[in-house]
């Protein structure tokens, strides 16, 4: 079934990374990693159940039609790829038996690319790949359509998505299927701009000609792409378009010559040759007329794309078909009196009534551009773009030193702002206004200064337009006192005034709104224009018109609240969801100011409101963004684009749904994992079934799903109800082991970890306990993935456990990491044991709380005297500590402690392990990290090298 798809390409960008569409329709649990072996295993499986023996018959004789684009070099391959044989004729094709296992090919193909393509640009491959005249080429010669496809994915990169999309279309379909090696060389030309050379295709004539000779139509293609480098996006677009599509099947030669004679320039050279002169000539004589156009990149180097603009004014068109020799000595006089400035006078000299004056009268023409330009500076690409109007242009020519006259005014009135004055008056409602009434717009700029551009923008207004048409002074006047009452935020008033209502009431009751203006710079000052900003919302305007102390008392007291950040805090009110709070219940909208400015991070917080996703978001749910800034105080845009992640947003807001006692600690750790997950295209790539398994799963299961998801036992369970049964039962380990930060570990240790729990303990491998702290607000933690990977594959099971507390510590050290009442609790003995949190000397951090209760610290040394520790470790076992300074020894640390039975003298926290153990303990004796573990011959813990952070090496555990 084919994807219905636009008709005119222009509106398909190249779709890149920004594509988002549901999944492709495979099986579910299908979605394989090709490099895991137990899928490799699965694979090698189909291909022996496939049929060894194919029966070929049939020929198909294809008559070779020779189209115009002439004779031929080999197909063009890029580098480092294989060269595909060429033929006149498709390869025959195969008669494949119904067997079962023929079925699988599309989807064995589709595993075979997937790992090539981004995740967004899968579900047009996967629709592309199950039409069926393109199936049964892959089920007829799946190793030949592999490696077709296979080029395909490669060579598109970041345009995959659109690549796939065209080839969904029947009459582009047909053609690949016809001549699928010729149009993977097609692709491996254009690359990720595949999809615009592809569009090409639906042409019928050039459909044809392709197919009748593609080795030919690749290699000019390969030549144009070639010459027009870096813009073969636009020298593609212009082809389609439909002036010059006929002349590129008719005169493909001529038109490969012209754009192989302008090089970078060849999209304004193509759009040129759409001038009704110069198409008529080529019409007549196509190969005189790209000789004679031709010859402007040469005579005009200095001009580049823009010697192109001179065409569109017939006379300029009609003198280089004409005369040539002529045409020369314009252009280098141009050069040579414009003082570098020619490029930028091409635009007014697109203008037919300025191409007659050079054409008449070349040295009073290039005068009055000379003086200018001058005038104008670094301004004059803009003052160009204004001259490049029919009636502008008329009148320069008819009174070149009035004309003048009136650009300096309006320069020297815009000051540094001239460049917006000229963009604004360039725009078509308002240049016609320049020539009717001169006089007006020439108070306006000057009485506006540097608000000159946003006056003139504000003109474009079909009211104030109007109404300027009929009564300049009055709108002229009326502008003028707006500029006075607003003082230093004018040019944002004026933009404002260009949305319809501000307008309407302008034009209706204009003492009203300069009354409430007035009020409003009286009362927030320099904060006045970012509450006019704020005013793009349509609902704000009208309250704050016919309400202004109300409105302006709210905005003082927001600009209160926000404190430094005032000036975010006043812009994001145009999102329709706080303006809505603003006027109906601003005592709330306060409230929720001050949660998000509490933190240190209240700027990044505001700030992403007011980008693109953050405002998507909270359009979205207001009362999610105000629950993640009280818990990521940093606002860190990393964590909250999650939230507008297809495939991770419905994990993160059913658990902001659930109680807060639940949101505070596992919303952290849960961002972070999806952090860490997100970046595994199982995860991205498979939306649906995310949201699927987040439906069936309580909000308290939830944060154990995005890397439990990517496990082999859940990729490995066949259908989505297998895998929410065995989600469940792992996030119900990881509770009764009080996981929180998945961001610390990884899918195959989560895997580890989950088995060692709840499957019985093999007497032949070694056993760890990991005990950390749950406390971990810099994520130092998150860093110790590379040891425990270490300890895996030494053949460790792994039980891993977080504490908030010593006293939990103690109490979980006793049965296995779970707790006392826990049926997962085990009794075999230890081979190693680490504890981990941030440390001193004297104690070892486990909870966010303060006081002793949330460290382990030496005082602890009468109850852990007297925990079973024969039973708890095995002979050989060590202890490591991952904490910083506990292993150190000198004069700063606290030695002293007496408990009753006794005294003792303990120098550090590793010394008290090592009395109530009588096992080897390894610790840090400064700040540091876990490098790495050095093993023995029998796989137990021989050496701990830790990180020296403030040396930049490592340093030798103590021991």
Same mark, same amino acid.
């Given at each position: 079934?084919?994807?219905?798809?636009?008709?005119?390409?222009?509106?398909?960008?190249?779709?890149?990374?920004?594509?988002?569409?549901?999944?492709?329709?495979?099986?579910?649990?299908?979605?394989?990693?090709?490099?895991?072996?137990?899928?490799?295993?699965?694979?090698?499986?189909?291909?022996?159940?496939?049929?060894?023996?194919?029966?070929?018959?049939?020929? !198909?004789?294809?008559?070779?039609?020779?189209?115009?684009?002439?004779?031929?070099?080999?197909?063009?391959?890029?580098?480092?790829?294989?060269?595909?044989?060429?033929?006149?004729?498709?390869?025959?094709?195969?008669?494949?038996?119904?067997?079962?296992?023929?079925?699988?090919?599309?989807?064995?193909?589709?595993?075979?690319?997937?790992?090539?393509?981004?995740?967004?640009?899968?579900?047009?491959?996967?629709?592309?790949?199950?039409?069926?005249?393109?199936?049964?080429?892959?089920?007829?010669?799946?190793?030949?359509?592999?490696?077709?496809?296979?080029?395909?994915?490669?060579?598109?990169?970041?345009?995959?998505?659109?690549?796939?999309?065209?080839?969904?279309?029947?009459?582009?379909?047909?053609?690949?299927?016809?001549?699928?090696?010729?149009?993977?060389?097609?692709?491996?030309?254009?690359?990720?701009?595949?999809?615009?050379?592809?569009?090409?295709?639906?042409?019928?004539?050039?459909?044809?000609?392709?197919?009748?000779?593609?080795?030919?139509?690749?290699?000019?293609?390969?030549? !144009?792409?070639?010459?027009?480098?870096?813009?073969?996006?636009?020298?593609?677009?212009?082809?389609?378009?439909?002036?010059?599509?006929?002349?590129?099947?008719?005169?493909?030669?001529?038109?490969?010559?012209?754009?192989?004679?302008?090089?970078?320039?060849?999209?304004?050279?193509?759009?040129?040759?759409?001038?009704?002169?110069?198409?008529?000539?080529?019409?007549?004589?196509? +190969?005189?007329?790209?000789?004679?156009?031709?010859?402007?990149?040469?005579?005009?180097?200095?001009?580049?794309?823009?010697?192109?603009?001179? !065409?569109?004014?017939?006379?300029?068109?009609?003198?280089?078909?004409?005369?040539?020799?002529?045409?020369?000595?314009?252009?280098?006089?141009?050069?040579?009196?414009?003082?570098?400035?020619?490029?930028?006078?091409?635009?007014?000299?697109?203008?037919?009534?300025?191409?007659?004056?050079?054409?008449?009268?070349?040295?009073?023409?290039?005068?009055?551009?000379?003086?200018?330009?001058?005038?104008?500076?670094?301004?004059?690409?803009?003052?160009?773009?204004?001259?490049?109007?029919?009636?502008?242009?008329?009148?320069?020519?008819?009174?070149?030193?009035?004309?003048?006259?009136?650009?300096?005014?309006?320069?020297?009135?815009?000051?540094?702002?001239?460049?917006?004055?000229?963009?604004?008056?360039?725009?078509?409602?308002?240049?016609?206004?320049?020539?009717?009434?001169?006089?007006?717009?020439?108070?306006?700029?000057?009485?506006?200064?540097?608000?000159?551009?946003?006056?003139?923008?504000?003109?474009?207004?079909?009211?104030?337009?109007? +109404?300027?048409?009929?009564?300049?002074?009055?709108?002229?006047?009326?502008?003028?006192?707006?500029?006075?009452?607003?003082?230093?935020?004018?040019?944002?008033?004026?933009?404002?005034?260009?949305?319809?209502?501000?307008?309407? &009431?302008?034009?209706?009751?204009?003492?009203?709104?300069?009354?409430?203006?007035?009020?409003?710079?009286?009362?927030?000052?320099?904060?006045?224009?970012?509450?006019? &900003?704020?005013?793009?919302?349509?609902?704000?305007?009208?309250?704050?018109?016919?309400?202004?102390?109300?409105?302006?008392?709210?905005?003082?007291?927001?600009?209160?609240?926000?404190?430094?950040?005032? +000036?975010?805090?006043?812009?994001?009110?145009?999102?329709?969801?706080?303006?809505?709070?603003?006027?109906?219940?601003?005592?709330?909208?306060?409230?929720?100011?001050?949660?998000?400015?509490?933190?240190?991070?209240?700027?990044?917080?505001?700030?992403?409101?007011?980008?693109? +996703?953050?405002?998507?978001?909270?359009?979205?749910?207001?009362?999610?963004?105000?629950?993640?800034?009280?818990?990521?105080?940093?606002?860190?845009?990393?964590?909250?684009?999650?939230?507008?992640?297809?495939?991770?947003?419905?994990?993160?807001?059913?658990?902001?749904?659930?109680?807060?006692?639940?949101?505070?600690?596992?919303?952290?750790?849960?961002?972070?994992?999806?952090?860490?997950?997100?970046?595994?295209?199982?995860?991205?790539?498979?939306?649906?079934?995310?949201?699927?398994?987040?439906?069936?799963?309580?909000?308290?299961?939830?944060?154990?799903?995005?890397?439990?998801?990517?496990?082999?036992?859940?990729?490995?369970?066949?259908?989505?109800?297998?895998?929410?049964?065995?989600?469940?039962? !792992?996030?119900?380990?990881?509770?009764?082991?009080?996981?929180?930060?998945?961001?610390?570990?990884?899918?195959?240790?989560?895997?580890?970890?989950?088995?060692?729990?709840?499957?019985?303990?093999?007497?032949?491998?070694?056993?760890?306990?990991?005990?950390?702290?749950?406390?971990?607000?810099?994520?130092?933690?998150?860093?110790?993935?590379?040891?425990?990977?270490?300890?895996?594959?030494?053949?460790?099971?792994?039980?891993?456990?977080?504490?908030?507390?010593?006293?939990?510590?103690?109490? &979980?050290?006793?049965?296995?990491?779970?707790?006392?009442?826990?049926?997962?609790?085990?009794?075999?003995?230890?081979?190693?044991?680490?504890?981990?949190?941030?440390?001193?000397?004297?104690?070892?951090?486990?909870?966010?709380?303060?006081?002793?209760?949330?460290?382990?610290?030496?005082?602890?040394?009468?109850?852990?005297?007297?925990?079973?520790?024969?039973?708890?470790?095995?002979?050989?076992?060590?202890?490591?500590?991952?904490?910083?300074?506990?292993?150190?020894?000198?004069?700063?640390?606290?030695?002293?402690?007496?408990?009753?039975?006794?005294?003792?003298?303990?120098?550090?926290?590793?010394?008290?392990?090592?009395?109530?153990?009588?096992?080897?303990?390894?610790?840090?004796?400064?700040?540091?990290?876990?490098?790495?573990?050095?093993?023995?011959?029998?796989?137990?813990?021989?050496?701990?090298?830790?990180?020296?952070?403030?040396?930049?090496?490592?340093?030798?555990?103590?021991?």
């Amino acid at each position: 079934m084919t994807t219905p798809v636009a008709r005119d390409f222009r509106s398909l960008p190249d779709l890149g990374g920004t594509l988002s569409a549901p999944r492709s329709p495979c099986a579910a649990g299908d979605d394989r990693d090709p490099g895991n072996r137990i899928h490799a295993s699965q694979y090698s499986k189909a291909d022996r159940m496939s049929p060894t023996m194919r029966i070929t018959g049939g020929i !198909m004789i294809w008559l070779i039609v020779f189209g115009h684009w002439g004779i031929s070099d080999p197909a063009v391959c890029p580098a480092g790829e294989p060269a595909e044989t060429a033929t006149d004729s498709p390869p025959p094709a195969t008669v494949v038996s119904p067997a079962a296992a023929d079925t699988d090919a599309v989807r064995r193909l589709m595993d075979d690319i997937r790992p090539l393509m981004e995740p967004n640009h899968w579900p047009f491959a996967a629709a592309c790949l199950e039409r069926p005249d393109i199936a049964r080429l892959i089920r007829a010669d799946f190793s030949r359509m592999s490696t077709i496809w296979r080029r395909i994915s490669r060579a598109a990169t970041i345009g995959t998505g659109s690549t796939f999309l065209i080839l969904q279309e029947d009459a582009v379909a047909s053609v690949f299927c016809a001549r699928p090696e010729a149009v993977a060389d097609m692709v491996a030309i254009t690359g990720r701009h595949a999809f615009h050379a592809l569009v090409l295709l639906r042409d019928p004539v050039l459909a044809e000609q392709f197919t009748a000779r593609p080795d030919l139509f690749t290699r000019r293609l390969h030549r !144009m792409v070639a010459a027009a480098t870096p813009n073969v996006r636009e020298v593609l677009h212009a082809c389609q378009n439909p002036l010059l599509r006929p002349l590129l099947t008719a005169q493909p030669a001529e038109i490969l010559r012209l754009v192989e004679c302008a090089g970078e320039t060849a999209p304004a050279a193509l759009a040129a040759l759409c001038q009704p002169e110069l198409q008529d000539a080529f019409h007549r004589n196509p +190969s005189e007329t790209v000789t004679r156009l031709c010859r402007l990149p040469h005579a005009a180097n200095f001009l580049g794309e823009n010697v192109w603009r001179l !065409m569109r004014s017939p006379p300029l068109a009609a003198l280089l078909l004409q005369a040539p020799e002529t045409m020369d000595l314009r252009l280098n006089r141009l050069d040579r009196e414009m003082d570098g400035r020619g490029a930028e006078a091409c635009i007014a000299l697109g203008n037919p009534s300025l191409g007659k004056w050079l054409v008449a009268n070349p040295d009073a023409c290039l005068g009055a551009l000379r003086q200018l330009t001058d005038i104008a500076g670094l301004d004059a690409p803009e003052l160009m773009s204004l001259l490049a109007h029919e009636s502008v242009g008329a009148s320069l020519v008819a009174d070149p030193p009035e004309f003048i006259e009136r650009v300096r005014r309006l320069s020297r009135a815009a000051g540094m702002d001239a460049d917006t004055a000229f963009t604004a008056l360039a725009a078509p409602e308002i240049a016609p206004l320049l020539v009717s009434h001169p006089s007006e717009c020439l108070a306006l700029a000057e009485e506006v200064g540097r608000a000159a551009g946003a006056a003139f923008d504000a003109l474009r207004n079909p009211l104030l337009n109007e +109404s300027f048409r009929r009564d300049p002074a009055a709108v002229t006047d009326g502008l003028i006192q707006i500029r006075r009452v607003s003082e230093d935020h004018t040019a944002a008033v004026f933009e404002w005034l260009a949305a319809a209502e501000p307008a309407r &009431r302008f034009l209706q009751d204009r003492q009203g709104l300069l009354y409430a203006l007035t009020l409003l710079h009286q009362a927030l000052g320099p904060r006045s224009g970012d509450v006019i &900003r704020s005013l793009d919302n349509a609902q704000l305007t009208p309250f704050f018109l016919d309400n202004p102390r109300p409105a302006v008392y709210r905005w003082q007291r927001i600009a209160h609240r926000a404190g430094d950040y005032a +000036s975010v805090a006043l812009g994001i009110l145009a999102e329709p969801e706080l303006a809505e709070l603003f006027i109906a219940d601003p005592d709330r909208l306060y409230d929720w100011i001050s949660r998000i400015v509490k933190g240190a991070g209240a700027g990044p917080a505001l700030q992403y409101l007011a980008e693109t +996703s953050g405002r998507e978001l909270w359009r979205c749910e207001p009362a999610v963004y105000l629950q993640l800034a009280t818990v990521f105080r940093n606002m860190t845009p990393a964590a909250v684009e999650l939230l507008v992640s297809p495939p991770t947003a419905p994990l993160i807001r059913r658990v902001l749904a659930a109680e807060p006692s639940l949101t505070t600690d596992a919303l952290y750790g849960l961002v972070f994992s999806l952090r860490e997950a997100a970046r595994d295209p199982r995860l991205a790539g498979n939306a649906a079934e995310m949201t699927e398994l987040c439906r069936r799963l309580s909000p308290a299961e939830i944060p154990a799903l995005p890397l439990s998801y990517l496990t082999d036992s859940v990729t490995a369970a066949g259908t989505t109800a297998e895998k929410t049964a065995l989600l469940k039962d !792992m996030a119900r380990v990881f509770d009764e082991l009080n996981l929180a930060n998945f961001q610390r570990y990884t899918p195959a240790l989560l895997e580890n970890v989950y088995g060692t729990v709840t499957r019985p303990p093999r007497a032949d491998q070694r056993l760890a306990l990991i005990m950390v702290s749950r406390n971990d607000p810099g994520e130092a933690f998150a860093e110790d993935k590379r040891t425990y990977r270490s300890l895996l594959d030494q053949g460790y099971n792994l039980i891993i456990c977080e504490s908030d507390s010593d006293r939990e510590l103690a109490e &979980r050290l006793c049965h296995g990491g779970v707790r006392g009442d826990s049926p997962l609790a085990h009794t075999r003995r230890l081979d190693l044991l680490v504890i981990g949190g941030h440390g001193t000397a004297d104690a070892i951090n486990l909870g966010a709380g303060c006081g002793s209760g949330y460290d382990l610290d030496l005082s602890d040394f009468r109850w852990l005297r007297d925990l079973p520790w024969p039973d708890l470790l095995a002979p050989d076992a060590a202890v490591l500590l991952f904490s910083c300074f506990t292993g150190a020894d000198d004069v700063a640390a606290p030695r002293k402690y007496s408990p009753a039975g006794g005294e003792h003298d303990f120098a550090n926290i590793m010394e008290m392990f090592a009395r109530v153990t009588e096992r080897t303990v390894f610790a840090p004796r400064l700040a540091t990290g876990v490098g790495w573990l050095d093993f023995g011959p029998d796989g137990n813990v021989r050496q701990v090298h830790y990180w020296d952070l403030a040396a930049g090496n490592c340093s030798p555990g103590s021991r």
